[in-house]
């Protein structure tokens, strides 16, 4: 089983995207005898989904798991939708900014994560590595390649399962960002690999509490 995992370059300003750090380090390794497999995205409205297309293409992987930072969020999020659309608040690293445009045109509204986003929650926590459910990935260049990455599987790769998680500051990011969350790299990175084993391992979603009253 070949597992890719990508991560975006750093954006908005940063120096450093956890995100991309967490994928590089984690590229090489064997998880239950599986291979591991990092790939950069460009944070980059369209030319991030044809970057991961061409890597599915070429590597033909099992899981995919995307990889993005979200800056002030406490925990690792597990997203568990994407929607079709693209809504900017801030220029792309292209000086693109699009504004209620659809991600895939003609594609559906929404896709729901392949991941067993309920039984990952459940063992990082367990773990003591915080983690919740996320309704909703936003409307940047995170949500567009979880959306993009989703759309193909449904179109092109369908043995694919593939989904996103959101990931906090570096403490070293979060010293810039006065009261900002962080979590340190080897914690995400340790949490990381809880994701991918549990993926690996669990085919049928647990039934457990993930939603919100807002």
């Known amino acids: 089983m070949t597992i890719l995992v990508t991560g975006f370059e750093p954006f908005d300003g940063e120096t450093v995207n956890p ?3 967490a994928a590089r380090r984690l590229h090489g390794m064997s998880l239950g005898g ?15 989904i044809a970057r ?19 800056g002030g969020v406490p925990c690792l999020e597990v997203e568990r939708v994407a929607i079709n659309v693209d809504d900017a608040r801030i220029p792309d690293n292209a000086g693109r900014q699009p504004i209620d445009e659809p991600v895939i045109a ?11 986003i309920k039984s990952i929650v459940a ?13 909703t990935a936003g409307t940047y260049v995170c949500n567009h390649i979880f959306y993009g990455l ?9 043995h694919v399962r593939g989904g996103f ?8 990011q979060a010293a810039r960002h006065a009261g900002a969350a962080s979590m340190a790299l080897d914690t995400v990175i340790a949490g990381l690999k809880i994701v991918l084993q549990t993926t690996v391992a669990v085919t049928k979603d647990a039934k457990l509490q993930g939603g919100q009253t807002h």
């Open 19 to 21: 995100a991309l750090e």
């Open 34 to 48: 599986h291979q591991v497999t990092a790939l950069e995205l460009p944070c980059v409205f369209g030319a991030s």
């Open 52 to 70: 991961l297309q061409q890597a599915m293409a070429e590597l033909q992987p099992d899981i995919v798991v995307c990889i993005g930072q979200a």
């Open 106 to 116: 003609g594609g559906p509204a929404a896709y729901f994560s392949g991941l067993p």
């Open 123 to 135: 063992a990082l926590t367990a773990a003591g590595i915080p983690a919740a459910v996320s309704q």
């Open 150 to 158: 989703s759309h193909l599987v449904a179109t092109h790769h369908p």
């Open 165 to 172: 998680i959101h990931i906090p500051y570096l403490p070293e």
